[in-house]
Every structure is written in structure tokens, then in C-alpha cells.
């Protein structure tokens, strides 16, 4: 990996000092985040059910020698399921925070089935200090691994689960 794509991975947290890049530069490159999901879980309809949840972990981006890590992420999840059929819509957003302090946020949404997970579109929309004005898009995949369900007194289950969040042709552009 080049020190310009070592400095554009940076926009997602990779705390590399680097040259800037300009507008007009695209890299391209895959991320992932092993995290650990809390949330509850609402009957919203007699067959659906509606999931506010968040997911935080390190962040890792592949690089030719193997995963890199590269910061935190966190996101917010809000999901609806319908119970006959299993399918899932969510969305939410996520915060990338680097070594440095620096942050990188966006914006996601999936569609898939429950406990399988979702695929999607994921928008990089703004960040801070180094990442102040860069932009990007890439597929988003949120596969779920372990659920621990806990049924309450009031009727929501809070739901504890792990898995990956997988960023594929992450395209990012500079500021």
C-alpha cells in the first residue's frame, strides 16, 4: 500500500501521516468492524417487530499484508422485522474515530432477513479535522453471529449480539 492510499485509508480512522490527497482522488479499499450490538426489541404490529440498537469495535481495513487495525466505529441500528417472513429493512449511522481523535461519520441503510443479516448502501457524509470535506460510498454488510435475548416485564427483550460489519469497495474522495 502506497503512502497516498495509506493517508486516504486514513479518512476512516488510520492514523498514517501522509500527503493530502486532492478532489479529484478516488481509493478504493475494503473495511470491516467486529463489534458488539445492545438493543431492544419493540412489538410494533401483531407480526412485526421494530429493533433500536447500537454497534461499537474496532475498525480494521484490508490491506495487501493482512487486516489493519484502524480505530473505533460505533453506529446506530434501527431495524424493522417482519415475523412471517423473516425479511429486515434497517438503517442508521456510524461514527469512525481515529487514534488521533479525528472522526469520519455517515449514514446507512440495509435490506435482508433476520439473524442473517442485511446488505446495503453505507454514504460517508462529513467529518473533522483531517476529514473535515472528504466524501465516499461503499456497500455495507451486517452479519450477526450470537444473539442473547432477554424478555423484560414490560414486554420489549433486550437483544445482546455480536458480528461483523463489512465495508466492501469503500470509494473515497477527498476534500
Known sequence: MTMFARALVGALCVAVAGPAFAQDDVQTFNAFAVVNANGTIVRSAEKQ?????????????????????????????????????RKTSASGGCTFTAGDGATAWGEWDCAGYELVGCRGTFKLTGGTARFAGATGEST??????????????????????SGIVLWRDFKLKGK
Open 49 to 85: 417487530v421494530v429493533v433500536a440498537a447500537s454497534l461499537s469495535g474496532p475498525l480494521f481495513i484490508e490491506t495487501d499484508e493482512g487486516p489493519q487495525q484502524a480505530g473505533r466505529v460505533s453506529c446506530a441500528l434501527s431495524s424493522k422485522i417482519d415475523q412471517a417472513s
Open 140 to 161: 455495507l454488510v451486517w452479519r450477526p453471529t450470537v444473539h442473547e435475548l432477554k424478555k423484560q416485564l414490560d414486554g420489549t427483550t433486550l437483544d445482546n449480539a
